[in-house]
């Protein structure tokens, strides 16, 4: 999961399938088909994965004829970098982190708090 990872918005079934590669690990089609309750076509699936492969969201890895789908980076990894996206649209980025903090619950803000000093502690030295 060190590999970079894209950061991209994603479709619905998009969404989904990337779910179930995060949730379950590396799945072959027919996995991710079961996983998403056998509601979808293996060729729609396949497309998805492939539309995924060149998006560079997911490693493809072929063994003998099946081929195993796993995902590029972590759920939170990928939603951080939407973040990113999110406050690089904004023209002012301070002003849209504080609103962005403001809707933290205190635990969380709690959290970035001592993130932000340890950082801060960690990089004075």
Request: glycine letters at 4%; a neutral charge.
């Amino acid at each position: 999961m060190d590999a970079p990872c894209r950061p991209l918005p994603l479709g619905t079934l998009e969404q989904h399938v990337m779910d179930a590669l995060w949730d379950s690990g590396p799945c072959t089609i027919r996995e991710v088909i079961t996983a998403l309750g056998s509601r979808h076509a293996y060729t729609t699936i396949a497309t998805v994965l492939a539309n995924l492969d060149r998006k560079e969201l997911v490693i493809s890895e072929r063994d003998g004829r099946s081929v195993t789908y796993s995902a590029r980076c972590t759920r939170e990894q990928h939603a951080a970098r939407l973040m990113e996206i999110a406050l690089a649209t904004s023209r002012d980025r301070a002003t849209a982190i504080l609103h962005f903090v403001a809707t933290l619950e205190p635990h969380e803000r709690e959290l970035l708090r001592n993130t932000a000093h340890a950082e801060a502690r960690s990089t004075s030295y």
